[in-house]
Nanobody, 127 residues
Framework: QVQLVESGGGLVQAGGSLRLSCAAS????????MGWFRQAPGKEREFVAA????????SYADFVKGRFTFSRDNAKNTVYLQMNSLRPEDTAIYYC????????????????????WGQGTQVTVSS
């Protein structure tokens, strides 16, 4: 099993920045991909960004490209989502998620492909 704990959410004005962290523990050697998703009230949980645990690459949703940066520190088993130029529409609960290695490729943008989830952290952007 893998446990994920997010932190770093909060209230920020439009145009501001936040950095979310997600610390992984447990069987971290089984992780292949880490992702961030978000869910606003009354909406579906949607993909934000993903990163290969080995650092091969990243993927971003179009609405965050150029504003958000996903990075990782494998020595700390922690990933980070740097969020700049925040907008009110970025307000949501942000969830960290992990895929475990299964011997084949699974898409990074589908929430159904993730095996482990954190409890979420609230991000609120005021206008």
């Amino acid at each position: 099993q893998v446990q994920l704990v997010e932190s770093g959410g909060g209230l920020v004005q439009a145009g501001g920045s936040l950095r979310l962290s997600c610390a992984a523990s447990g069987r971290t050697a089984s992780i292949s991909v880490m992702g961030w998703f978000r869910q606003a009230p009354g909406k579906e949980r949607e993909f934000v960004a993903a990163i290969s645990w080995s650092g091969v690459g990243t993927s971003y949703a179009d609405f965050v490209k150029g504003r958000f940066t996903f990075s990782r520190d494998n020595a700390k088993n922690t990933v980070y989502l740097q969020m700049n130029s925040l907008r009110p529409e970025d307000t949501a609960i942000y969830y960290c998620a992990a895929q475990r290695s299964v011997g084949g490729f699974r898409g990074w943008a589908s929430k159904g492909n993730y095996d482990y989830w954190g409890q979420g952290t609230q991000v609120t952007v005021s206008s």
